[in-house]
């Protein structure tokens, strides 16, 4: 495939961009909001200090159909249900933020990301309480879309859905115990009690996910929730759940069984299957950077192989050399059909800075084919995705919400869309919120920081709520950006899409 666009050109004319519209963009600002973002998804009882005060109390009686506490939590995007696929792969990646860009962030904003981290721990350690079973969802998903109503008025089912041994949830399982094990890290310093309570508990979770193998989606009553919404449908035993979630465990723990399991298992659980994708439902990308770190910075030949194909997915990415693989849209945009593309943009941009990050610490560089690339060419590259993000792109939009002049109205939330509980106290009933979905005035609410699916593959975007695969925020598009925005705050002058010479 042949390029689309080139980068010179675009070198130049975003020069251009930043003379006449002046400056670069305030990542710090950007920063904070991606995280506050967080509190406007939160379930359950809010605290006094909550910031986006638009929002009130919800789901106080999660877990009651199972007599359980399953109170607390995130939403996973523009409407009510709890999803614990892919909320566990989001505290996954705040953490992995932390963990890889903490230091670089102001102080009020480091503590801001942990408090966002422990409102989603703190309802993953609700899901693996009992040995041997794991809580993989509150809510009926099918009930909760047919209505528009605030999280506040929700009144469907909160049906609970639960994975007993041995049916197997190596997908869910896994991500949780990656989740606690990554937050394990992130709480090292700030509260070492906490933080060894929930490594000790990925661990006892992780045994469950590796002992009885196979994708919680399998299961019937199970896949009649998550299907067709976050389906584990490459999950063929869940390997690469298993994998990360060991790999977490091998750096949390120090525990050198980790180690060997993830040499082990490389070959049996696939984990040279170059699947040129990282997100909620793939962790293949993700799992080659982070074992990459042992390597580059060791002798851990054994795990080379991962290192092979961290590198072979980064070459993907680069427009410059033969290897090139991954699809930019006419403006830069990174882009892989299927709605929600953000999500995929703010990911393999925060691979593209953490693999940097291990390069520059190794003194090494990657090797794609004809070219060879190092941390400057890859942190040039991400700050295209991100400039592209906060508004410089062919729309001259922003497409988080409430930052910039030129920012999505019509997110698809159902929150931000409809009155908030303190100006319309008054329920509004399941149906009653259609006058509010079908109107094209403004959200009323302004869900601050939110990170939207996106423009298309020709960088349109038409801020139309219906169009929830360009309009609807989620958890995980905005988890990793939080690390990507910590980097851009500290490195503000970088010059993108610097070109290997
Ligand atoms: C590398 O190869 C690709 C495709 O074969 C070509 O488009 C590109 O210009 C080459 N890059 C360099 C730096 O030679
Ligand atoms: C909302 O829009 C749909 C489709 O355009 C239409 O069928 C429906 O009658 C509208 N409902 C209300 C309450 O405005």
């Not at 049906?159 to 890290?185: F, I, Q």
């Not at 439902?281 to 770190?293: D, I, P, R």
Request: glycine share 8%; proline share 6%.
């Amino acid at each position: 495939m042949k390029p689309y666009f080139n980068f010179p050109f675009l070198l130049q004319f975003s020069v251009l961009f930043v003379q006449l519209y002046g400056g670069a963009s305030s990542y710090g600002e950007a920063l904070s909001k991606s995280i506050m973002f967080f509190e406007g998804q939160r379930s359950g009882f809010l605290p006094k200090d909550q910031r986006l005060n638009w929002r009130g109390n919800s789901g106080l009686g999660d877990g009651s159909a199972d007599n359980v506490d399953l109170i607390g939590g995130y939403y996973d995007a523009g409407d009510n249900v709890k999803f614990g696929f892919p909320m566990a792969f989001t505290t996954t990646m705040l953490a992995w933020s932390v963990i890889e860009f903490g230091e670089m962030m102001p102080p009020a904003e480091l503590r801001n990301a942990l408090v966002a981290i422990h409102w989603g721990t703190d309802y993953l350690l609700k899901t693996v309480a009992e040995p041997d079973r794991i809580y993989v969802q509150v809510g009926d998903p099918v009930k909760d879309h047919n209505c528009w109503e605030r999280p506040e008025d929700m009144d469907t089912d909160r049906t609970v859905y639960r994975v007993d041994a041995p049916n197997p949830a190596s997908d869910v399982a896994g991500e949780t115990a990656a989740a606690l094990a990554a937050a394990s890290m992130a709480f090292r310093s700030s509260d070492p009690g906490y933080s060894q309570t929930i490594l000790t508990t990925a661990i006892k979770v992780f045994e469950f996910a590796d002992t009885y193998r196979g994708a919680y989606s399998d299961n019937t009553d199970i896949r009649s929730g998550a299907c067709p919404f976050y389906c584990d449908y490459d999950g063929y035993q869940a390997s690469d759940e298993l994998l990360w979630g060991a790999a977490w465990l091998a750096r949390a723990s120090d525990d050198v069984k980790y180690m060997s399991y993830i040499e082990n298992n490389a070959k049996p659980l696939g984990a040279d299957e170059n699947i040129y994708e990282f997100g909620w439902e793939n962790k293949h990308a993700g799992l080659n950077v982070l074992v990459s770190k042992q390597v580059l910075e060791g002798n851990v030949y054994a795990l080379e192989s991962y290192k092979a194909s961290a590198e072979s997915f980064i070459c993907t990415l680069l427009p410059d050399s033969s290897s090139w693989h991954i699809e930019y849209s006419p403006g830069g945009l990174i882009y892989r059909p299927g709605g929600s593309n953000l999500q995929h943009s703010t990911a393999i941009t925060f691979l593209m800075l953490v693999y940097a990050n291990y390069l520059e610490a190794s003194s090494s560089s990657v090797n794609c084919g004809n070219i060879s690339v190092g941390p400057a060419y890859l942190r040039g590259l991400a700050k295209y995705q991100v400039d592209y993000i906060l508004g410089e792109n062919p729309k001259g939009m922003s497409y988080m919400v409430g930052y910039g002049n030129n920012y999505p109205q019509r997110i698809h939330h159902r929150g931000s869309s409809l009155p908030s509980v303190w100006n319309h106290p008054k329920p509004i009933q399941c149906k009653e919120g259609t006058i509010y979905f079908n109107s094209s005035d403004p959200n009323p609410n302004v869900l601050i920081g939110a990170i939207v699916g996106g423009p298309q593959e020709d960088d349109e975007y038409g801020d139309d709520r219906a169009d929830s695969r360009k309009s609807e925020p989620t958890t995980y598009i905005n988890a990793p950006f939080v690390g990507v925005l910590a980097f851009f705050n500290a490195n503000p002058s970088l010059t993108q899409v610097s070109t290997p010479k």
